[in-house]
């Protein structure tokens, strides 16, 4: 199995910062993706940015130019940097991955348990 802990979450005025980190344990082979989802209140849990091994990276439009995805494959670790955060980013912060475990042919996603970031003044 798979364990993803994040952290970084928090309260921030508009316009601020966060970096978020999410490290991933157990027994991984291999690392497809490493991505960011986000939830807020009454709405669908949608993509904010994923990193995938080959270095190709994705943003949802809504944060284009303000976040960026960054991963660390010897750590395991995938970081989302916010920038210029705005009240709408406010939502539970969610990382997952698709891993291959050592000894499978499959690869699987797994889910972190959510990091809330809330932007407000």
């Known amino acids: 199995q798979v364990q993803l802990v994040e952290s970084g979450g928090g309260l921030v005025q508009p316009g601020g910062s966060l970096t978020l980190s999410c490290t991933a344990s157990?027994?991984?082979?291999?690392?497809?993706?490493m991505a960011w989802y986000r939830q807020a209140p009454g709405n669908q849990r949608e993509l904010v940015a994923a990193?995938?091994?080959?270095?190709?990276?994705t943003y949802s439009d809504s944060v284009k130019g303000r976040f960026a995805i960054s991963r660390d494959n010897g750590k395991k670790s995938v970081y989302l940097q916010m920038n210029s955060l705005k009240p709408e980013d406010t939502a539970v912060y969610y990382c997952?991955?698709?891993?291959?475990?050592?000894?499978?042919?499959?690869?699987?996603?797994?889910w972190g348990q959510g990091t809330r970031v809330t932007v407000s003044s």
């Open positions: 990193s995938i091994n080959d270095g190709t990276t």
């Open positions: 157990g027994n991984i082979f291999s690392l497809y993706s």
């Open positions: 997952s991955v698709r891993a291959q475990l050592r000894g499978s042919d499959a690869w699987k996603g797994y």
